[in-house]
């Protein structure tokens, strides 16, 4: 199975300070088809999951364009370029390339300083 | 809009077996891919089973042979049935659809005690 491994697995963030979340993958998460199938989700306190990212570097509808996503093979990360108090919470990255089974890091939750 | 609302959770003994349900609503449910993803108490998430738009089924090594993910394209209804169910399985359970995750449920709580 592909292990995705996120650091840090806290980030303590100052508002209005940028971000950077990574994402390393055991195997190239390159498919054979040539795309990459790495996403990013967010997980708000209280919601339930949010897709931000898919295919690496693609924002979902309504995405604010603060979050960008970047990274090929087996790295990967997630940038915040200003986080703002509604992107506290935790974020994880998936890979869709090798399944079953579909794999999550292991979160990162991004918190006040 | 996408819709996807869970239902079927609950508390059961170990050894139980409990069956959630997700209606889904806003998108054409048979074409689609669609998958149940779960959080236990304080830990990250974890991919449990998927159903292709084909029919085609996956599972975890962890649920396989216990539980039975399925669906009514008649009344665009996912279906999980959990069998054999331990302490560790004890999540909230989100409905998804699509192999990328693109709509999430709400998530229903399962929560296997005795």
């Known amino acids: 199975d592909v292990v995705l491994t996120q650091s840090p697995l806290s980030l303590p963030v100052t508002l209005g300070q940028p971000a950077s979340i990574s994402c390393r993958s055991s195997q190239s998460l390159k498919h054979r088809d040539g795309d990459t199938y790495l996403h990013w989700f967010q997980l708000r306190p209280g919601q339930s999951p949010r897709r931000l990212i898919y295919q690496v570097s693609n924002r979902d509808s309504g995405v604010p364009d603060r979050f960008s996503g970047s990274g090929s093979g087996t790295d990967f990360t997630l940038k915040i370029s200003r986080v703002e108090a509604e992107d506290l919470g935790v974020y994880y990255c998936m890979q869709g390339t090798h399944w079953p089974p579909l794999t999550f890091g292991g979160g990162t939750k991004v918190e006040i300083k | 809009e996408v819709h996807l609302l869970e239902s079927g959770g609950g508390l059961v003994q170990p050894g139980g077996s409990l069956r959630l349900s997700c209606a889904a609503s806003?998108?054409?449910?048979?074409?689609?891919?669609m998958m149940w993803v779960r959080q236990p108490p304080g830990k990250g998430l974890e991919w449990v089973s998927g159903?292709?738009?084909?029919?085609?089924?996956f599972y975890a090594d962890s649920v396989k042979g216990r539980f039975t993910i399925s669906r009514d394209l008649s009344s665009n209804t996912l279906y999980l049935q959990m069998n054999s169910l331990g302490a560790e399985d004890t999540a909230v359970y989100y409905c998804?659809?699509?192999?990328?995750?693109?709509?999430w449920g709400q998530g229903t709580l399962v929560t296997v005690s005795s």
């Open positions: 998804v659809k699509g192999y990328w995750g693109d709509h």
């Open positions: 806003g998108f054409p449910f048979s074409n689609f891919d």
């Open positions: 159903i292709r738009g084909s029919g085609h089924t």
